[in-house]
């Protein structure tokens, strides 16, 4: 490995043409200069193809304060009606005071490699006429296509166990602003995807994003390193990992390993710690194809991409709408107050109604909202007619007399999520998000990661640990007594 000031560093040539490809067995990256997400559409053609889509975990169906353009939940991508790829062309070896000079010139594309105070690689990158390229990040200037957050619960404070991070302040990638918190880990140019534009439409990741200049910049605290075939590499700070399902998402869904993807898209057991400066091993038997199921994990949001054939498999907002009616049908009761109880509309979620159903996530029976049936042996402040703050959570079944949380039930709004379109007959725990029970078999099986040092399977539609034998129940509900 080569890094920084070391003097192999030092022997190319001044200049190098490049060959095609910035590792040997996977396409160049290109850049995607920003246009509107949907821009696909060509004089004549019936539909704009679509590559596949993005939906960022966590969000049930929406971000909490609304989709606004390019700051969603979820983003289709679509051929553009004119190709924005590049791909490796020439690669110079400059005096690192010289690197501002060479970076002047904003028609050109480059990733800048900072080895040491007195030395650095740039590599200059030429348009390519077969690929698009969409860019994604915190930042909100124009070049993103799909500007990310931080997921409400993900922990990005660094803190804790080995997979320590550094904050987006000294990320040490890309260049200038655009950031929406000093205190995210999420990159503000955090990796780009290049889709071919002719079948079948090849998707692939490549960690980092050219900014507003059109330069990534990988300075001295980045991972970084020659090829063995004498082209350059590095990683960002924080990383971006990738786990593509073992087997089919749909069909057979089974975690596979998170492995980390490199600028030029290689592929890489993980380092020790998140930013460490020493890569993992390279892992040659694997690629940056993204394929239906696969998950890219920035630091703060993990991403799932969705295939136009996976998705195929998955329920619609309106054949969703038609399982919560067909639920409401049955007219479930509960089993103590023998009041209907109904599943709010779609358009209502996370506002709790007062015919909502509640579940006890460690038996599965679906009741009414009560105020009673707290354990004063668990240490609650159990006051007059058995009533305790809703905040102490645990509750006796009183069908069972088994002892756990108590939750409104929820249904999974976002369809993209889903294993397939079966009945929503199963719920998360401890969160109470409802969908079918394929979908909660695979997602329990999942492990995502969680802040900066952990792995953790979580409910896809709020992000929520998932706890229990299982990290999920099979509902239990009750039919009309008339």
């Known amino acids: 490995m ?27 990256p ?52 004119k190709a924005n790829g590049v791909k490796p062309d020439v690669i110079h070896n400059v005096s690192t005071p010289l690197v501002s000079k060479a970076l002047s010139n904003k028609s050109q594309h480059s990733i800048s490699y900072t080895l ?50 550094q904050g987006a302040a000294g990320e040490g990638v890309g260049g200038g602003g655009g950031g929406q918190s000093a205190q995210s880990t999420i990159s503000r140019y955090a990796c780009r995807i290049m889709c071919e534009r002719n079948a079948p439409y090849t998707a692939r990741i490549y960690a980092a994003g050219f900014d507003s200049s059109k330069n990534i910049f990988l300075g001295e605290r980045a991972a970084k390193w020659r090829t063995s075939d004498g082209l350059m590499d590095g990683l960002t700070t924080n990383g971006v990992l990738v786990m593509h399902p073992a087997g089919d998402f749909v069909s057979e869904p089974a975690p596979g390993v998170w492995r980390e993807i490199s600028v030029c898209g290689n592929v890489f057991a993980l ?25 890219i994990d920035l630091c703060g949001a993990t991403l799932l991409w969705r295939t136009p054939m996976g998705l195929r498999r998955t329920p619609t907002l309106k054949q969703l709408e038609s399982l919560r009616q067909e639920l409401n049908a049955a007219r479930p009761q509960c089993p103590v107050g023998f009041n209907t109880l109904a599943f709010p509309s779609l358009a209502r979620r996370e506002i709790v109604d007062k015919k909502q159903p509640w579940v006890y996530v460690n038996c599965g029976h679906v009741h009414g909202y009560h105020n009673w049936g707290y354990r004063k042996d668990k240490g609650h402040n159990v006051g007059p007619g058995g009533t305790a703050p809703a905040s102490t959570g645990e509750r006796e079944c009183p069908m069972c007399r088994r002892v756990g949380p108590y939750v409104p039930l929820w249904l999974g709004c976002e ?5 397939d379109a079966g009945p929503p007959t199963h719920a ?41 034998e299982q990290g999920h129940i099979k509902l239990i509900f009750q039919g009309p007594v008339d």
């Not at 000031?5 to 067995?25: D, F, I, Q, T, V």
């Not at 304060?65 to 939940?73: A, H, L």
């Not at 369809?415 to 294993?419: D, F, H, K, T, V």
Request: glycine letters at 12%; charged letters at 20%; one cysteine or more.
């Open 271 to 295: 380092r020790e710690t998140r930013s460490a400066q020493q890569r993992g091993k390279l892992v040659e038997n694997e690629s940056n194809t993204l394929q239906d199921g696969s998950l």
């Open 2 to 28: 080569v890094l920084e000031g070391s003097s192999e560093a030092l022997c190319p040539p001044p200049s190098l043409e490049l060959r095609p490809s910035c590792n040997k067995s996977q396409p160049s």
């Open 116 to 165: 040491s105070r007195s030395h650095s690689v740039i590599v200059e990158y030429t348009h390519d006429t077969n690929t698009d390229m969409f860019q994604i990040g915190r930042s909100t200037e124009s070049m993103i296509d799909f500007v990310v957050t931080d997921t409400a619960g993900s922990s990005t404070s660094g803190g804790g166990g080995g997979w320590q991070v």
């Open 415 to 419: 369809g993209g999520l889903y294993l």
């Open 30 to 81: 290109p850049l995607g200069s920003c246009s509107t997400p949907h821009d696909g559409l060509f004089p004549g053609d019936k539909e704009p193809v679509k590559y596949g889509e993005l939906i960022v975990l966590g969000h049930n169906g929406s971000l909490a304060n609304g989709d606004k353009g390019r700051r969603r939940s979820r983003l289709a991508l679509y051929k553009r009606p």
């Open 428 to 468: 998360f725990c401890p969160c109470g998000h409802v969908c079918s029970e394929k979908t909660v078999a695979g997602w329990s099986q999942i492990p995502l990661p969680h802040g900066t040092h952990a792995f953790h399977a979580a409910c896809p539609f709020c992000g929520t640990w998932l706890t229990g």
